[in-house]
């Protein structure tokens, strides 16, 4: 294997990145496109294969397919940022933020129930809706509301018995 030396080898095919951030309209003044487009010469330098063509021509390929990878990872990021901020009410939102709960724990509690349990968890426990409202609210059946609670249940048992473990362990 031919050992190069990155600084010459970024400095001959620099350009390149630049080519492809100007070619693909990206703005990029936190330098992630520029890093990554570094990341992946170095990469591209690493799994060249001299009797499959030019250096040049490898390197913007993976440069290329690199970025666009990482247009489609944030705008589909973006999309269910929109799509979340559509479904939830700002009532909702606020509601949660003025409960004066835990944000902590309530992370733990999103990231262990479902996007139904949690449209439970939040109407029934911080909003304190009767089944009935959060049947009609959410555009379901109440035996609907009754399920996601009755899966919800238990996982916050769990939950909270570990916390109580956590906490029982510091003091």
């Known amino acids: 294997m031919i050992e190069y030396n990155f600084d010459e080898v970024l400095e001959e095919h620099e350009n390149i990145i630049f080519y492809l951030l100007n070619k693909l309209g990206i703005r990029d003044p936190e330098k992630e496109f520029y890093q990554e487009g570094m990341v992946t010469l170095w990469k591209a330098l690493a799994t060249y294969d001299s009797a499959k063509g030019k250096f040049s021509s490898y390197a913007y390929f993976r440069i290329e397919k690199?970025?666009?990878?990482?247009?489609?990872?944030?705008?589909?990021?973006?999309?269910?940022?929109?799509?979340?901020?559509?479904?939830?009410?700002?009532?909702?939102?606020?509601?949660?933020?003025?409960?004066?709960?835990?944000?902590?724990?309530?992370?733990?509690?999103?990231?262990?129930?479902?996007?139904?349990?949690?449209?439970?968890?939040?109407?029934?426990?911080?909003?304190?809706?009767?089944?009935?409202?959060?049947?009609?609210?959410?555009?379901?059946?109440?035996?609907?509301?009754?399920?996601?609670?009755?899966?919800?249940?238990?996982?916050?048992?769990?939950?909270?018995?570990?916390e109580e473990i956590y906490w029982r362990q510091l003091s």
Do not use: C
């Open 66 to 162: 690199s970025f666009l990878t990482m247009i489609r990872t944030r705008n589909t990021q973006a999309k269910k940022v929109a799509d979340y901020l559509s479904t939830a009410s700002m009532g909702q939102i606020t509601s949660t933020l003025d409960t004066g709960f835990d944000p902590y724990l309530l992370e733990q509690i999103k990231s262990a129930l479902t996007v139904n349990q949690m449209k439970w968890f939040t109407r029934f426990i911080l909003e304190d809706l009767s089944i009935k409202e959060i049947a009609v609210k959410e555009r379901v059946t109440v035996n609907t509301v009754k399920n996601w609670a009755r899966h919800a249940k238990p996982k916050l048992r769990k939950l909270l018995a570990d």
